[in-house]
Structures are given as C-alpha cells and as structure tokens.
C-alpha cells in the first residue's frame, strides 16, 4: 500500500497541474534506461497508466492531481446488505488528504455493465463537498451536462442515462480500472490522454525530471528527443528531428486551472444526500 504519511506541498501539486500526463509517463516509466526516467514499473508487464477503454469527459479542463481514494459498486447482496453506503465513500473522501480522486471499479453482469450511470450530479456534489476534484471508473455516468459547470473531471467507460438499484461492496481497497491498478493513497495525474499513478513520494522528483527536459536545445538522448510530444502535446509526431536538433518550438504556457474549491465537510456531503438514495 502506498505512504500516505508523504505530505506534498502546494507547490508540487501546481506544477504537477503544468504537466500533460503523456510526460508524466514518460518520467514515471515510459523510458527505463534514460536517465531523466525514475523506472518505477516495467511499462508493459505493470497496470499503471490507463487504457482506451475509458475517456475524459473534459478535455478542455486540463491536467488534475490527486490522491486515489477507491471503492467497488455492484448490484445489492442480501448477504451484504446494510454494511456499507455512499457515505462511506464520502467518509473516506473526508480522510484522505486533499485534493482527492475517487476510482471506482464497477461490477456488473455483462448484460448491465454498459447501462449503470452511477455517479450523478448529487453524488458529484457530495463528493466535492469534501475536496474531490474528479472520479475514474470503468462503466458510465451520467448528468454530463450539469457536472462540466461544475468543473469536475470525469475518466469514463461511457455514458447513459439512468440505473437500478446499486451497492457499495467495499471501500479504500485496491481496484483495476481502465486497465489501471489503483490502491488508496496511491496519486492520479490525469488529462485527456488518460491517467497515471505513482506513489506520492516519487512526485518532487517526477516535476524536477520533468522541468530538466523543459530546456532548449534538447539534446538527442532527452526524453523529448526520444518522443517529441514531451511537454509540447500539439507537436507533430513526424518532427523527430526538431526535438533532436533542438529547435525553436519553446514551451507551450500551462494551462490555466481554476482554484481548487475549498473543502467543506462530510456533514455538509451527508446532509446533501440524506433526503435521496440515488444520484
């Protein structure tokens, strides 16, 4: 399991925010034998980035980080039924150090799994209520609309519209979701390409990796010599050379993020879902 004890400055978290997630693989462990690369997993043989098989819903809203909390939904078990709720979730939304990405692994039948929208714009509310800034998951939601003028990013298997009767099956356990293995405490860096984790304690180093290879010239054997789209996602994957030669193409300005919203409480999330079992 992840430290959770590690505690990152609000420094780190802004210029993580700088940084696409593209590049953040690359420092993570895209290329183990550079050296501006920290090797944490094997790229191909470990689950720590995501796969197609889930999209962001806003692309427009930029690069988020976060620390991974997690939970299963599922269709009810009388075996089970009474012992957990969405307000352990949001409970463990409150405990986790700020800000936090809620991951949730959803397990269906297969003749269901395409047909959940779970999280709505209540459960979203409840969750930024105390301090969740996004949500991952391997199924569908819903309410799009209504959560983009929240500035709430979602990482989806998809949309639709409405749902049955659900459960909560376990909290703050590890979970795979879009081809990602998560554990709690574990930080999400995530854009429109997708998501990745790293333990926390690697991140002074992965913005440090990351601003070395910043500089002009680059020198071949950079990370950005190796793949062009290192910090500058809207260069053209066929101008290798310029990269290599270090070309006059600077560094694009970081996207302008809106001010996290300050967390309230989980009272304030209870009381605003109390009245309602659904989303």
């Not at 970081?254 to 989303?279: D, E, M, N, V």
Request: hydrophobic share 40%; with cysteine; aromatic share 6%.
């Amino acid at each position: 399991m992840p430290d959770t004890s590690v505690q990152l400055s609000d420094d780190i978290f802004a210029e993580l925010r700088k940084i696409d997630t593209p590049t953040i693989t690359n420092v993570v462990a895209t290329y183990p034998k550079n050296p501006l690369c920290l090797g944490l997993y094997n790229p191909w043989t470990e689950n720590w980035y995501s796969d197609s098989t889930i999209r962001c819903l806003y692309p427009e809203m930029g690069p988020i980080v976060g620390y991974a909390v997690t939970c299963v939904y599922g269709l009810p078990d009388h075996n089970f039924a009474g012992r957990l709720s969405f307000m352990d979730v949001v409970d463990a939304l409150d405990a986790m150090k700020k800000p936090t990405i809620l991951v949730i692994q959803q397990k269906w039948p297969p003749e269901l799994h395409n047909k959940a929208g779970l999280a709505g714009e209540m459960m979203v509310s409840s969750m930024m209520a105390v301090g969740c800034i996004g949500m991952i998951s391997n199924g569908p939601s819903r309410d799009i609309d209504a959560i983009r003028k929240l500035r709430f990013q979602l990482l989806l298997g998809g949309v639709t519209a409405g749902h049955g009767e659900m459960a909560v099956q376990s909290v703050n356990v590890p979970v795979s979701v879009g081809g990602m293995d998560v554990a709690p405490g574990d930080l999400i860096h995530m854009d429109e390409n997708g998501a990745v984790k790293f333990p926390a304690v690697h991140a002074p180093a992965i913005v440090k990796n990351a601003r070395a290879d910043a500089g002009l010239p680059r020198p071949a054997g950079s990370l950005a010599g190796q793949h062009p789209r290192m910090l500058h996602p809207r260069i053209h994957p066929l101008q290798p050379a310029l990269c290599a030669r270090g070309g006059a193409h600077q560094p694009g300005a970081a996207r302008l993020q809106q001010p996290l919203r300050k967390p309230a409480c989980a009272a304030t999330a209870h009381a605003a879902i109390a009245h309602c079992s659904g989303t």
